[in-house]
């Protein structure tokens, strides 16, 4: 059974940090990625990671805050955030590439997989 399980969300403080987890079962899997969707707005792409770990790629808007990474071993993919602002707050998702290995898809309809989410809420 194919399983995404995010964890790591929280409540915390602007300025903060978070590390969220997301635990892969089932497959292997390409391209994986982190999306996030806030109350009354559309699913939106934040980073994604190659197979591989070596090519990242974030929104410019978590650009020098935010890094994806990924331990295929563990069967892991995390997003440590940093500096976090109350714009950030969200439900944010892990998603998961069957196709892709090298170059990852923004956009969310390039996902064969989703976690459930996990709500970060930032306070100002």
């Known amino acids: 059974q194919v399983q995404l399980v995010e964890s790591g969300g929280g409540l915390v403080q602007a300025g903060d940090s978070l590390r969220l987890s997301c635990a892969a079962s089932?497959?292997?899997?390409?391209?994986m990625g982190w999306f996030r969707q806030a109350p009354g707005k559309e699913r939106e792409f934040v980073a994604a990671i190659s197979r591989s770990g070596g090519s990242t790629y974030y929104a410019d808007f978590v650009k020098g805050r935010f890094t994806i990474s990924r331990d295929n071993t563990k069967k892991m993919l995390y997003l440590q955030m940093n500096s976090l602002k109350p714009e950030d707050t969200a439900v944010y998702y892990c998603a998961a590439d069957t196709g892709r290995y090298i170059t990852p898809s923004r956009r969310s309809v390039g996902y064969d997989y989703w976690g459930q989410g996990t709500q970060v809420t930032v306070s100002s």
């Open positions: 089932g497959r292997t899997f390409g391209c």
